[in-house]
Every structure is written in C-alpha cells, then in structure tokens.
C-alpha cells in the first residue's frame, strides 16, 4: 500500500528565508506526486505535481519541488518565503495504476513564518 | 465561477440526525472524490465516483452514502451521525480515474453535538 510521510509537523522560518519541506513516499510503481497548500479555514490549492519527465518540477507562488526516486522523496523548496505562505503543507501521492483510488496524503507540515 | 463548490460551508447538528453535504463542479471532470479531514488535519478519501459508479470505498460507516444524480454533483448523505464523525469534509474531483490532478472545493466543516 502507498504511503506519505512528511517527518516535519511544524516548521518555523523567517520572513525572506529559504524553506525546504520534506516528503518520503512508499509506492511500489512510479509515483505521482501532488504538493498541497492549506489556509486557515481553505480548501485545498495545488502547488506543484510530478507525473514524469524533469525531476524539478516549478509550481505557483514561487515553489518548486525535486523529485529523487533513489531517496524516495519529493521535497518542496522555496527561496525566500512571505509572510502569506504561513499554511499547512500535504504532499500526496497518486496511484498511477489506473482506477479512481484517490490520493493518499501526509499528515502535513504546519509552516510558521517569524517576522 | 467557483470550481468545486460544496454547500453548507458548516453544519451543526445533533447525534442521531441525518444531514446531506452537496457538491458540485463546473470543471467537465469524470470522477469526483469525497475526503474526510479529521481535527489533526490529516486527509483521508471516502469515496470516489467514476462516470456515475463508484470506484471505491474504503473503511468507511455505510452511514455514509454517496449520491451521484449526474456527473457534476456528488453529494454525501450521513445517517444517525455520531459524535466522530465531526470533521471537515471536502470534495474534488478530477478529469480522469487514476493520478490525474484533483481540484478540492472549499470544505464542510460538520460539528455533531
């Protein structure tokens, strides 16, 4: 069975740092891999996604992720975040075998940002 | 002109009642899914709906009931609600089954008193 772990619950940056949030997945064929965004009381906004091809993938709002098969993971990163990036952060995982399996997500990764 | 759009943003209601959480999309897409986020906000899918037949269940009460009436709605009907069942449920949907991108609506929040 397909799982995600995101090892860090809460991370706290400064206003203009750089930010990297860790991802591992567990799936057994090649994974299709989703960074969310949450906002206080928001649904769901999509980031980035990695089906195939280049391993580095650009999302919105500045974002990117890297997608390393040999480590399992799919990192997010950005240079220099704002003070409305402050949210939770679901990296999910698709299953690529066909069938509406839905997505398995990662508990999250709440992001705090220090003035 | 809201993509996926979910009605009541909240409900409260009593143990025992039965409530329906409505959704809709405007996006064309195929499947529609419905995911349960519980009070430490981890993610979990229900159900999904693939052209009108459900896909999947997972270990979920059948007091829970998705209900299809066309490709655009996917509504969520709960029976006899219980205390654990209070959770902010969201609904997306996507073009195709399979990995394909899922876009989420706004979220219910269900408080049960």
């Known amino acids: 069975a397909q799982s995600v772990t995101q090892p860090d619950i809460h991370i706290t940056v400064s206003e203009g740092a750089s930010l990297e949030l860790r991802c591992n997945y567990s799936?057994?064929?090649?994974?299709?891999l989703f960074w969310y965004v949450q906002s206080p009381g928001q649904g769901l906004q999509l980031l980035l996604k990695y089906f195939s091809g280049d391993t580095l993938v650009q999302g919105i709002k500045g974002f990117e992720a890297e997608f390393k098969r040999s480590q399992s993971s799919f990192n997010l990163r950005k240079p220099s975040v704002h003070w409305s990036d402050a949210a939770e952060y679901f990296c999910?995982?698709?299953?690529?075998?066909?069938?509406?399996?839905?997505?398995?997500f990662g508990k999250g990764t709440h992001l705090i940002i220090q003035p | 002109d809201t993509a996926v759009s979910q009605t009541p943003k909240y409900l409260v209601t009593q143990m025992g009642n039965d409530k329906s959480i409505k959704c809709e999309q405007n996006?064309?897409?195929?499947?529609m899914y419905w995911y349960k986020q519980d009070s430490k906000k981890f993610l979990k899918i229900m159900f999904s709906y693939n052209n009108k037949e459900l896909i999947i269940n997972e270990t979920v009460p059948n007091r829970f009931s998705p209900k299809s009436p066309d490709k655009a709605h996917l509504n969520l009907h709960i029976n006899s609600l219980e205390l654990g069942d209070s959770a902010v449920y969201f609904c997306?949907?996507?073009?195709?089954?399979?990995?394909?991108?899922?876009?989420f609506g706004p979220g219910t929040r269900l408080t049960v008193l």
């Open positions: 799936y057994g064929a090649t994974p299709y």
């Open positions: 999910a995982v698709g299953h690529s075998g066909g069938g509406a399996d839905g997505l398995t």
């Open positions: 996006l064309g897409h195929d499947t």
């Open positions: 997306a949907s996507s073009q195709d089954a399979g990995a394909d991108t899922q876009y």
